[in-house]
């Protein structure tokens, strides 16, 4: 999970909103429906079903607990929702690296399409390593994006603040 570390500001970015602090509220609220609700609802399948054992771990932990409450539908379930969770950030992590380049390389349309094809190539040598690198690698730059993320933050409270006490939609005025 990355919640917080500043992967999802280019989706929000782009929104069309009448005030910045509306999209800055709903990056709010998808935080918390991943992070709380998802995470939380995993946890108490996990606790409810007694598939904690103090060995097994990761998704074959999840895989056990649902497997547990839904019989053999529980790993079906499980690979469903990994397919679409891996989609997904496949595509949003695509369009967040897609969104950088054009504005990095001034929309240079040579720059995508390298962009494109290296990405590819990652994605199929990822597909062939083992899952434990593939996450380690994912934490490592994941972590290392909290770094110019943090400064920009840093950099832009005042004019945050700044948006958030206009935005006439946050103080009810």
Known sequence: NEAGMGSTPHAHAVAKVQYPAQQGLMGIVSVFIDTFVVLNMTALVIFVTGALDGTTTGIALTQKAF?????????????????????STIIGWYFFGETN????????????????VIALVFIAVGATQKVSLVWDMSDMFNGLMVIPNLLAVLALSNIVAKFAKDDHTLTGE
């Open 101 to 116: 380049v054009k504005a990095l390389f001034h929309g240079k349309k040579a720059a995508r399409i390298c962009y494109g």
């Open 67 to 87: 497997s547990t409450g839904l019989g053999a539908f529980g790993i079906k379930f499980v690979a469903i929702c990994l397919l679409f969770f891996a989609f």
